[in-house]
T-cell receptor
């Protein structure tokens, strides 16, 4: 089945120790998104890729970076995790249209714990 | 940036009762989507509304988009325990990028058997 896969599902890292979360998709969608979701809050968009075109949200901290080496894979790098970065990180994909939004398909998420 | 207000934040209902959640924006929306997130799960797309005054139904769920395209509602008739979860609206501003959804704060629905 076509889907969005995130690895790992749970990640524990130490304060200040870089961590990378991965996302892959078999939907062949050209847009991929990274969201941060804290407990009982809405998903917050960090950035998205349209093909290789990277789009950062204005309030996304510099501590968060992303890479998309090909259509199928996208990575979220947190350079120096702080305690406030503990959250669920959701990857999503969608088809693209410049004037019309398509539904987003979410992966199961990676729950990040910072100790 | 664009803000989408969603109320109520929490709703407890007895099984069989109806439930409604509302989303409001101060700016005109291009479209609005609704997602459901089960406890411990990820958001799952339910529906998208695009046209002014649009009404769509999915079994017991009725979705409406306001005439001014600034508000939307999701109504569930005769709730069941399987309806438990958080319902989010997510919108695209008519002046913004079609790729960037702004999520409402969500309504957490609890259904008591």
């Amino acid at each position: 089945d076509a889907m969005v896969i995130q690895n790992p599902r749970y990640q524990v890292t130490q304060f200040g120790k870089p961590v990378t979360l991965s996302c892959s998709q078999t939907l062949n969608h050209n847009v991929m998104y990274w969201y941060q979701q804290k407990s009982s809050q809405a998903p917050k968009l960090l950035f998205h890729y349209y093909d290789k075109d990277f789009n950062n949200e204005a309030d996304t901290p510099d501590n968060f970076q992303s890479r998309r080496p090909n259509t199928s894979f996208c990575f979220l790098d947190i350079r120096s995790p702080g305690l406030g970065d503990a959250a669920m990180y959701l990857c999503a994909t969608s088809r693209d249209h410049t004037a019309y939004s398509y539904e987003q398909y979410f992966g199961p998420g990676t729950r990040l714990t910072v100790t | 940036g664009q803000q989408v207000m969603q109320i109520p934040q929490y709703q407890h209902v007895q099984e069989g009762e109806d439930f409604t959640t509302y989303c409001n924006s101060s700016t005109t929306l291009s479209n609005i989507q609704w997602y459901k997130q089960r406890p411990g799960g990820h958001p799952v797309f339910l529906i998208q509304l695009v046209k002014s005054g649009e009404v769509k139904k999915q079994k017991r769920l009725t979705f409406q988009f306001g005439e001014a395209k600034k508000n939307s509602s999701l109504h569930i008739t005769a709730t069941q325990t399987t309806d438990v979860g958080t319902y989010f609206c997510a919108a695209t501003s008519s002046s913004g990028s079609a790729r960037q959804l702004t999520f409402g704060s969500g309504t957490q629905l609890t259904v008591l058997p």
